[in-house]
């Protein structure tokens, strides 16, 4: 059974970079250029799509956060990640990693709490 | 800019049947945008119920079900239980490696 779960700061100052890494277990990070997403959640509100990445590196960035996300993938490790830059409170969220089967999540990490706060 | 839509809070009796929406605000929801629906409960990681439009998830009771309804994709619950009670959001796949979450519709069941 493939298994994903995010890892990173819970607290990050307003003005930094925030860091995620999703490690994927259960499976290949790498099979059939499978493509691995990033959604996040604020507190009491609802899921915004950041975007994913596929196993050979290609990214597809939400337009309303491109200038400020970086994705990347390392296959060796098993593990894909996420860069957030310049974040303000807004960014204050659950951040889910997650594999696309198709044309959808099918599997979900359990999610990461990630506040912005000096 | 376009935006998914779904219905704020929809309500349900016990073992009624209710149909949850997900459209665009501009233009028709069709089998292209692969809909999916996800179910959320409070604190935990949504799970997928139904995706491209009408499939089912692996053991997902077949009171779930999806479909195009007019312009909108559909999920309809049959039989509605107590703890269908809890959040639902679609996802459309809007072309060119760009997805769009719905702003998710709150089941009550009362």
């Known amino acids: 059974q493939l298994q994903l779960q995010e890892s990173g700061p819970g607290l990050v100052k307003p003005s930094e970079t925030l860091s995620l890494t999703c490690s994927v277990s259960?499976?290949?990070?790498?099979?059939?250029?499978?493509?691995w997403a990033w959604i996040r959640q604020p507190p009491g509100k609802g899921l915004e799509w950041m975007g994913c990445?596929?196993?050979?590196?290609?990214?597809y960035y939400n337009p309303s956060l491109k200038s400020r996300i970086i994705f990347s993938v390392d296959t060796a490790k098993h593990q894909f990640s996420l860069k957030v830059t310049s974040v303000t409170a807004t960014d204050t969220a659950v951040y889910y990693c997650?594999?696309?089967?198709?044309?959808?999540?099918?599997?979900w990490g359990q999610g990461t709490l990630v506040a912005v706060s000096s | 800019q376009t935006v998914v839509t779904q219905e704020p809070s929809v309500s349900v009796s016990p073992g009624g049947t209710v149909t949850l929406t997900c459209g665009l605000s501009s233009g028709s929801v069709s089998m292209s945008y692969y809909a999916s629906w996800y179910q959320q409960t409070a604190g935990q990681a949504p799970r997928t119920l139904i995706y491209?439009?009408?499939t089912r998830s692996s053991e997902v009771p077949d009171r779930f079900s999806g479909a195009i309804l007019g312009n909108n994709a559909a999920l309809t619950i049959t039989g509605a239980h107590a703890d269908d009670e809890c959040d639902y959001y679609c996802?459309?796949?809007?072309?060119?490696?760009?997805?769009?979450f719905g702003g998710g519709t709150k089941l009550t069941v009362l």
């Open positions: 997650a594999k696309l089967g198709g044309y959808e999540p099918d599997y």
């Open positions: 990445i596929s196993s050979s590196g290609n990214t």
């Open positions: 259960g499976g290949s990070i790498s099979r059939n250029n499978d493509h």
């Open positions: 491209n439009t009408n």
């Open positions: 996802v459309l796949y809007m072309g060119s490696g760009i997805w769009m």
